[in-house]
């Protein structure tokens, strides 16, 4: 993983204590609320519905076991003993006192941390697939070039006050795992006669006007890619709407100029910038890139495959987890693994300080020193042996990290909703305890297969339920939780945008509703289909008079 120079260290340090001095001097009425605003968002914190909410940048989501132990420790003494995993691969804290705030900032630069540019309207973190560098349907990892667009847009003048927040992800694999047509960029990494590039999507997103992103440009070669991405800002900077925050997205300009007049605007702005210092150099490249080398695998982990068979034949429990949450891997002999934060009674994503230090302890012990989040709100141990996974598998059960429910229904996601967030309208996370408890069979979660259900308090859709197969959306109605149920959504290379069913329903018909859509996919599906495979043949109509009977 990449590590500070001297610099970045420097750079760090100084921005905390500018912050503290401009932390005490609010507190002491010397600056006024509307003059903090920007300097607190620009540090990720936020006012919530209860105390002050603070969120950590985990860029790509790649941590050292020495900063989960930071982050347990943080939670542990400056909040209430637990953290919480976003969509967007951070780590969020949702009771700092204010005047600890650069306290904590202090000791996340102790280890090469920060919460620089996680909210305000700013570039904000890169993202990527959680399976980076592993993957074994991945063409080039992309890990080093999130971290080459990272440093990029550090701090970047220019881009420090946006239209609105912007967001990018970037994936080197076949399947997408990092959701690239739903942000404001989607870079995916493409090679085309033996030369690397990027395909880049522009204008995707979710919240108020959910937009698939439109390509711009099929193949951009490596040396552009920054060039390229100032281009794409610029022309969001002069043209993006200023004056209605509901129109002021990126989205909202490409669909208002037409994917191809928005790709002719940044073709001739990136022509006067592709030739400037800011073109890439492999020396640049290789510089970052030496960051991510191979971990020092051994060639002898392949012959525990026999031993494993035989251990999944012998414990069922082992094998259904082996099944769920264990992943294919590049390097033989080694395995990914998802330690499940979805256990029910606990809000989604939610990690106490006990677990972090635990999750550090197991990145020691089976997977290098490095551990990771997922935009699916767990957390991933990307090398594993094959013969240290039952090991892991003992380990993950005693510490709450075993259920093997990856990829089923009840791994759902969940924003904090209304119990936290001040602009929810209704609270996101009983809905997922309730469908969680209806829904606690295993036999009929593996027979229903793999769907994916979002759950989001408000039209933010911090929990992505725009692209669940199925969505749950918390409205207001006349100040009572109302909840609209929405299908077909898919966050991959084929996404699509769920589809409203009809009239919302109280939070307490939602299990009973939710139960409904499956027995019909049960019903309606062929041998092979998924849920989303069964929706898209039978229709949208069919789904519906099924959740209405």
Known sequence: ??????????????????????TERYLRGEITDQEFLPLRLQNGLYVQRLAPMLRVSIPYGLLSSAQVRMLAHIARTYDKGYAHITTRQNIQYNWPALESVPDILADLARVEMHAIQTSGNCIRNFTTDQFAGVAPDEAVDPRPWCEIMRQWATFHPEFAFLPRKFKIAVCGSAQDRAAILVHDIGMQLVEREGELGFAVYVGGGMGRTPVIGSLIRDFLPWKDVL???????????????????????????????????????????????KDSQSQLTQEEVDRVAAHFPPMPYRGEAAGHA????QLRLAHTDFDRWVRRNVHEHKQPGYAAVTLSLKETGIPPGDVTAEQLDSIAELAGKYSFGEARTTHEQNMVLADVEIGQLHALWQDC????????????????????????CSLANAKSIPVAEAIQRKFDN?????????????????????????????????????????????????????????????????????PQVIGKLLDHYVEMRVEGETFLDTYRRVGHDSFKGAAYA
């Open 397 to 420: 059960i005693e510490l709450g990290f075993a259920a093997p429910t990856v990829g089923t229904l009840n791994d759902m996601i969940c924003c904090p909703g209304g119990d936290f």
């Open 227 to 273: 060039t390229y991405l100032e281009a794409i800002l610029r022309v969001y900077n002069l043209f993006g709407n200023r004056e209605n925050k509901y129109k002021a997205r990126i989205k909202i300009l490409v669909k208002a100029l037409g994917p191809e007049k928005f790709a002719e605007r940044v073709e001739a702005e990136w022509h006067q910038l």
């Open 1 to 22: 993983m990449y590590q500070y120079d001297q610099i970045d260290q420097q750079i760090i340090d100084e921005r905390v204590e500018q912050f503290r001095d401009q």
């Open 442 to 510: 295993l036999d009929y979660l593996y027979d229903l297969g793999d769907i994916d259900l979002n759950i989001s308090g408000c039209m933010n859709a911090c929990g992505h339920h725009h692209v669940g197969h199925i969505g749950i959306l918390g409205v207001d109605k006349k100040g009572e939780e109302w909840f609209q149920v929405q299908l077909g959504g898919n966050q991959g290379i084929d996404a699509s945008l769920a589809k409203v069913l009809g009239p919302s329903f109280s939070r307490d018909e939602i």
């Open 306 to 309: 026999k031993d494993l068979a």
